[in-house]
């Protein structure tokens, strides 16, 4: 059983990630998780433009923002 699921945000480390379990022949679901980032929808745009096309419809998206909804925090 190749199957995996990789925290990924488009960033480099996550990028490199994917391409790297890929080419060892594990196949990868990309789970996103929007926390309340305040560039949660740049992450994820990044994310779908460095994926290959087959792949896109693998990401699992996870929204879990409301968990800071009441945060006064710009740190997110």
Not at 26 to 48: D, R, Y
Request: glycine fraction near 6%; include cysteine; proline fraction near 3%.
């Amino acid at each position: 059983m190749n199957n995996g699921i990789l925290l990924a945000s488009g960033g480099l480390d996550s990028t490199t990630m994917f391409y790297w379990l890929e080419n060892q022949d594990i196949n990868v679901s990309p789970l996103f998780i929007n926390f309340g980032q305040h560039c949660a929808k740049k992450e994820l745009k990044t994310l779908k433009s460095v994926l290959p096309q087959e792949s896109l419809s693998e990401i699992i998206e996870l929204d879990i923002s409301d968990i800071y909804k009441f945060s006064l925090s710009a740190s997110l």
